[in-house]
């Protein structure tokens, strides 16, 4: 089974940096359908960043510019490197996966999902 185990979250200061790590097993597929999402308390799970191995990568309004996602395939790590981060950056991040060829709207990538990994930036 696919399995997706987030690391790398933590608490920094407004301004800083954190980059996120996601270890993926049993994708077993040449191309790959990743993405970033966060959920803060009594919001909705919002998408973060995604990386198509097609279509190349798209981010949120509100993480462009500061946020770059990546994936190295070899390694079976999915990244999302976040710089000049805000206190509304604050929140559960989660990386998933879909099955390729994926699907055009990259937010409803959902087959599967790791456990999270909590991101507080003080002001």
């Known amino acids: 089974q696919v399995q997706l185990v987030e690391s790398g979250g933590g608490s920094v200061q407004s301004g800083g940096s954190l980059t996120l790590s996601c270890a993926v097993s049993?994708?077993?597929?040449?191309?790959?359908?990743m993405a970033w999402f966060r959920q803060a308390p009594g919001k909705e799970r919002e998408g973060v960043a995604s990386i198509d191995s097609d279509r190349g990568t798209n981010y949120a309004d509100s993480v462009k510019g500061r946020f770059t996602i990546s994936h190295d395939h070899a390694k079976k790590i999915l990244s999302l490197q976040m710089t000049s981060l805000k206190p509304e950056d604050t929140a559960m991040y989660y990386c998933?996966?879909?099955?390729?060829?994926?699907?055009?709207?990259?937010?409803?990538?959902?087959?599967?999902w790791g456990q999270g990994t909590q991101v507080t930036v003080s002001s």
């Open positions: 998933a996966a879909d099955v390729p060829p994926c699907l055009p709207i990259w937010t409803m990538w959902s087959n599967y």
């Open positions: 049993g994708y077993a597929f040449q191309g790959y359908c």
